[in-house]
């Protein structure tokens, strides 16, 4: 019989890859901001926010934070260095005003992350406590981008259609909070459990909302139309020995969609 750990840790694994493809999801916008050399009406606050999220989860991952956790560090530092080549091309199709205004942006997190860390690092003793601080900043940045959803599903609503929330991402946005949700709960742990399981709730809501007004939506059969969709969050997790000892194994970003239609 499976052991609790080795089925935490598969149900990581397969999350991990879940959360891999969701990073990558932006991929058609960023191509077609490289061949237009303009990155036009789109915003780089999405990916700035993915950033962010990445770097805490990459600290809390690391062996003086949150030993065994190596599932985070991966998956984040895959984020990481994602988001990072989404910003660079961002910056290089950028007009001057805001590159001005993402180099402000990135430098406000830069000096964020560096009071975390050392207030952590010098403040806080223990791993347990270290955890504890690190994983509830985690949660609390990742709880107000999973609520972004909500402005597309209100639209969804107001004019019976789903044209602006594609099937296929809600559905892997559902599934990820589902299966980080699951890992969770196998041995229990609250910095995993509250941003997941609002993922997986308005993951289930948006399919919902798919299933009532798909009917509704007017067929359209103009050129490729680009849509931002708002960002999700995605979580990757680490070894279940560290949650056991007293804290949650984490990692997560949100990646901002450009669908096209």
Not at 59 to 74: D, E, K, Q
């Amino acid at each position: 019989m499976i052991s609790p750990d080795a089925a935490r840790n598969v149900v990581g694994i397969i999350g991990n890859v879940i959360s891999f493809g969701l990073f990558l999801a932006p991929v058609p916008t960023f191509w077609r901001i490289c061949k237009r050399k303009d990155v036009e009406e789109f915003k780089a606050d999405p990916y700035l926010a993915t950033l962010l999220n990445c770097m805490l989860w990459v600290f809390y991952g690391i062996p003086v934070v949150h030993p065994n956790s190596i599932l985070v560090v991966t998956i984040n530092g895959i984020g990481l260095l994602v988001e990072g080549t989404y910003l660079l091309i961002f910056f290089l199709y950028s007009p001057n005003k805001k590159r001005l205004r993402m180099c402000a942006v990135l430098g406000v997190e830069l000096v964020f992350m560096l009071a975390v860390i050392l207030g952590v690092l010098l403040g806080a003793h223990t791993h347990e406590k270290r955890s504890m601080i690190v994983g509830i900043l985690c949660v609390f940045f990742g709880s107000i981008m999973y609520f972004s959803p909500l402005t597309i599903m209100g639209k969804v609503i107001k004019t019976k259609s789903v044209e602006y929330m594609p099937f296929f991402l809600s559905l892997v946005c559902f599934l990820n909070g589902v299966c980080w949700t699951a890992y969770a709960l196998i041995r229990f742990d609250i910095y995993v459990t509250i941003p997941n399981g609002l993922g997986a709730l308005f993951g289930a809501i948006q399919l919902i909302l798919y299933a009532c007004y798909y009917r509704t939506t007017p067929k359209k059969t103009k050129a490729a139309k680009d849509v931002e969709m708002p960002s999700v969050v995605v979580s990757g997790t680490g070894a279940a020995t560290a949650a056991a000892a007293g804290g949650g194994n984490t990692g997560g970003g949100s990646v901002s969609v450009t669908v096209e239609r």
